[in-house]
Structure formats: structure tokens, C-alpha cells
């Protein structure tokens, strides 16, 4: 099992739509849970960050956390194509190590 | 402008002959970390460090070496490169806190080696 998984998709989503994705992770003792955004050719850029259960809001973003379950997501409201990108959950396990998904790739069509 | 500097950007290079890929960063921070990323594998840790003389291996350590003799500069060598090590590569740093380890990612640095 990997320790951080992520469905590659892609997902497609209508401009306007909610886009939602899922992480699922295996270390119970992670501590904190990163989402981030990464364009073709470009390097990763945090969108948020959680390490608490319960709902995150930032503007469209909504992160989601639930350590019983070892799931953590990302909502993303009234999408646009210029949210269309790979998304990475990463979660850091302590010992300092950040461990990411594969990412998932998100199409938003006009 | 706070930022993550890798160098080179784009390298091409033979099976066997030694190269040192830089990365320095201007904010402080005490964390730094190297990625590589392949498709469908993401970003897999190589090596990482918590401040000056302190580093310890990532998940796939094997064919690389670090140092850490500055608190801005976390060069990644690769003694005798391979086909095999032929990714995208990326530099990071944070401040390491734990409940807010938020990574500052370079450029990227695409290395083929033939």
C-alpha cells in the first residue's frame, strides 16, 4: 500500500462546478496534511494546509480532514480553467519527511 | 524576492560522469529537501536536511549524496550518474516547524542521462 494514495484521474468538471479530491493516507501519526497545485512544466505551490479534523475554508478552497478515517480532501468551488492542474496531497509523517500522492489531474471545461 | 534556486535548469549528461546540481535559498530556512519526480510516481524524497550538518536519507537515497556545510545551500551530487536517475528535480525548504512544514519548491532541474 502506498503511503499516500490519490486517484490519477483525470477529473473533468464544468466551469462553475465543484471539483473534489480525494486523498487517502497509511501513517496514523502524520501530523499535518498539505494540498498542492502544480501546472504542466511548473513547480508544486501550496494552495492549503490542514492538521486538524474538520473543514478548512480559503476563498474557493475547502480542505477536509479526517484522521480516524486517514482521509484528508480538497474542494474546489465554482472552478475555472485556470484551476486546471495536477493536485498533490502531501502529508508530513514527523521525523520530518513529507510524503506525496501522485497527484491527480484536474480538467475544468469553459 | 524570496525564492528557491536550483541550477542547472536543464542538463544533459553521460552515464558515469559526476555532476552537482545547486540549490540555494534566500529566507532562512532550516529545512531543505530534495524531490524527484517521475509520472505516475509523483515526488519522491531523496534526501533532506534540518539545518546545517544535519542530513538524513529520503526514500530513494540510492545513487545520491548531499551536504549541507551552509544553512543556504543543499547541493545534490550525483557521483556516477545513470540512466536510471534521469527525472525532474526539485529543491525545497521550509522552517521546518511541524505543524507548518510548508515547502517552498525551486524551478525544477530536468536531468537526462544517456
Known amino acids: 500500500q502506498k503511503e499516500v494514495e490519490q486517484n490519477s484521474g483525470p477529473l473533468s468538471v464544468p466551469e462553475g462546478a465543484i471539483a473534489s479530491l480525494n486523498c487517502t493516507y497509511s501513517?496514523?501519526?502524520?501530523?499535518?496534511f498539505f494540498w498542492y497545485r502544480q501546472y504542466s512544466g511548473k513547480s508544486p505551490e501550496l494552495i492549503m494546509f490542514?492538521?486538524?479534523?474538520g473543514d478548512k475554508e480559503d476563498g474557493r478552497f475547502t480542505a477536509q480532514l479526517n484522521k480516524a478515517s486517514q482521509y484528508v480532501s480538497l474542494l474546489i468551488r465554482d472552478s475555472q480553467p485556470s484551476d486546471s492542474a495536477t493536485y498533490l496531497c502531501?502529508?508530513?509523517?514527523?521525523?520530518?519527511?513529507?510524503?506525496f500522492g501522485a497527484g491527480t489531474r484536474l480538467f475544468v471545461k469553459a | 524576492e524570496a525564492q528557491v534556486t536550483q541550477n542547472p535548469r536543464y542538463l544533459i549528461t553521460v552515464t558515469g560522469k559526476k555532476l552537482t546540481v545547486t540549490c540555494s535559498q534566500n529566507?532562512?530556512?532550516?529545512?531543505m529537501s530534495w524531490y524527484r519526480q517521475d509520472p505516475g510516481l509523483g515526488l519522491r524524497q531523496i534526501y533532506y536536511?534540518?539545518?546545517?550538518?544535519?542530513?538524513d536519507k529520503g526514500d530513494v537515497p540510492e545513487g545520491y549524496k548531499v551536504s549541507r556545510k551552509e544553512k543556504r545551500n543543499f547541493p545534490l551530487i550525483l557521483e556516477s550518474p545513470s540512466p536510471n536517475q534521469t527525472s525532474l528535480y526539485f529543491c525545497?525548504?521550509?522552517?521546518?516547524?511541524?505543524?507548518?512544514?510548508?515547502?517552498?519548491f525551486g524551478a525544477g532541474s530536468r536531468l537526462t542521462v544517456l
Open positions: 525545497a525548504s521550509s522552517f521546518g516547524t511541524a505543524g507548518a512544514n510548508v515547502l517552498t
Open positions: 501513517d496514523r501519526g502524520s501530523q499535518s
Open positions: 490542514i492538521y486538524s479534523n
Open positions: 502531501a502529508v508530513f509523517t514527523g521525523g520530518f519527511k513529507t510524503i
Open positions: 529566507m532562512n530556512h532550516e529545512y
Open positions: 536536511s534540518m539545518n546545517v550538518e544535519v542530513t
